[in-house]
């Protein structure tokens, strides 16, 4: 993959300022609105459903993270995906947890099948329980290897009708047949809380102002990636690196992803 | 407007510490606590309709902000609201995403008739929403030239009965007749989120010491302003800019606001 | 108290990454989350009714805070707390405000009642307004003497039978009849929102991986107390002390704590 592909949809990102809808969880609502306002995007938090319609209607795309759900909060996830399906708004789903409780696997995957979305990002622990629901799972899983977590993303792009994106050290993006690896990305990362999180709305940011959720999620993570191990080589721990990541969200520039930029994709 | 007199509130913010209850939005309840600290005010959060007339019934002040309401949070917001009309606790609004959708529009109407603020803060097009509802609005519409917005900041002053803060590049607070510009701040403050809400925050803690509500607010706004504008010019991106504003409002001083304070006041 | 007796707790916390469920405010879930991963720990924030004895079930032990707390919320901290008493799982609970609102207050007695924590962590005036409930108190109350606090927390410890945890420039963690005192800290810490449910949190890595209250309780106020004296003198304000913070409990070394400890313990 050539930079400029990554760098032309910031560009665009900077430009048009995308209105994305986020119905995420409490945890992360000020640091991926951050990251959103950063990277050029316009964020908004709401999850009233009796404004759902109207607020999906006015967005470029709608991210939905389940990472703090509850019953009333998976009632306006229904009505904004609904909204967002009907007008062909595309939707980014972040299963958080998802295998942790039957709650949360139960929920993905009705949402999943209620509203269609074009991208579904998660750790390889939350990937496999929305196939493997009912075997015993405990939250983080890492005993499969890479070659089953890739072999799950294809069995759930297929089965969703849509991209898989499997964060880790090498992030998975898997749209049927097609493959990506992004390399991109520093182990300091999983020391602040809801960086997963912050990938899923940046991956709003791309599907909004790009037409192939496919190519939009791999310049999600590449510039994530990026932005994170730029962060972290400037930070002495994971309070610095919040604050850098925004900073360098903000200033990225087309040589940042040219020299950096370690991506295996199928038309690169 | 003589740099002293916003001093002399700030010292009394510090030295009074009032309380400030909060019924705000998820985005921002640690950003605009923290501000509330930085300043010397004592903040608390609090929304369950059980405690309610007690909580609102310690504070100096009230701040409401429907950033990301919903019907329960509607009626907490009711409730602390008649327990501060009944004691002369005086009320901040700050009415987030006025005309984005019916509901906060109704709302933000509903509030501002129980609730009798003696402050309204929003950005133009929410100003402009609480007049023109009804009419088609997309949620930031800066499609109105400057005397436009000043002339609905007037009309809404007038038929509110309260001072109306409209953000921007030029801060308008307008009582009436009485109009006030603030000039300090720095574009990179728009890409923080949730700046506007810890204006209206900050307000907050003005209308607590002083019993002009118009002139809490044109001091709010400048302190806003300056501690905005000196962290911005210390800050890489909005990440730095985030936590310089907190460390300058910690910290700032009588000569920060002679050197800086850009304030067109009637009686300055 | 030896040093390394501080230092084999946040070892083993590095080294085994206990589950910590929150159930907690929503002012501080980001940065409580960040302190938790900054140590070590794995924290998860979850309260939907329907995941509650299975969320629990996972963690190596559980935080309760009350700081945002709601009827609904409430529920969930009860269903949470049954299936850590019948399992086992260790419980701090943070009775934020307790005093300020009659719901504060009866809530909070209600969970020490069916609860049964194993630490309970306040200000003074919290702990003060457990025991004299329906006497007139107002928030924060700081006319007591150190005598007086000492005396009311020995009896909250006899009666909730649990370790009672009393913040301020110098902690009491009082179990009994067994009293050590911990000095460090910094004052600027009280200008960051949430750093005392931070302390609550901290406490729950802490209990989760030693198997007696009184010494994690110890452990968790020790490192609370130096990692924030460290990030503060490092500060130029309470926003660059909040991230310092993170990063100095994140690199937090044995000569960190051999050089800094002030803590008599009966023990040492």
């Known amino acids: 993959m050539k930079p400029i592909s990554v760098w032309q949809d910031i560009q665009r990102i900077r430009a048009e300022a995308p209105l994305v809808h986020n119905i995420t969880n409490y945890v992360v609502m000020n640091t991926t609105a951050n990251a959103l306002l950063a990277i050029g995007a316009s964020p908004v938090m709401a999850h009233a459903i009796e404004e ?3 607020m999906t209607g006015l967005a470029g795309s709608l991210v939905i993270n389940i990472g703090t759900l509850s019953a009333p909060w998976v009632e306006a996830m229904l009505a904004a995906g609904k909204t967002a399906r009907q007008r062909g708004i595309p939707v980014v789903l972040d299963p958080v947890g998802c295998g942790a409780t039957q709650f949360r696997t139960t929920t993905a995957q009705k949402l999943i099948e209620a509203i269609k979305p074009v991208v579904i990002r998660g750790n390889a622990s ?6 493997h629901a009912g ?3 405990k939250g983080v899983d890492s005993l499969c290897t890479p070659d089953e977590v890739e072999e799950d993303a294809r069995t759930l792009s297929r089965s969703a009708e849509c991209v898989v994106v499997v964060s880790g050290a090498v992030d998975l ?3 049927g047949d097609r493959v990506a690896k992004v390399a991109n990305g520093h182990s300091m990362m999983t020391r602040v809380t809801g960086m997963g999180c912050t990938a899923s709305a940046i991956a709003g940011a791309f599907v909004a102002i790009n037409p192939s ?3 939009a999620a791999v ?3 590449a510039t994530m990636g990026i932005a994170g191990e730029i962060a972290a080589e400037r930070s002495k721990g994971p309070g610095s690196l919040q604050l850098n990541f925004l900073d ?4 990225l520039q087309e040589q940042d992803l040219s020299q950096r930029l370690r991506v295996e994709a199928p038309d690169s």
């Open 126 to 131: 939350e990937i496999r329980a929305l196939l």
């Open 135 to 137: 075997q015993a799972t």
């Open 173 to 175: 993006i898997v749209a």
């Open 213 to 215: 959720p496919f190519m």
């Open 219 to 221: 310049h999600a993570m």
């Open 248 to 251: 360098i969200l903000y200033g």
């Open 52 to 54: 759902m319609a109207e």
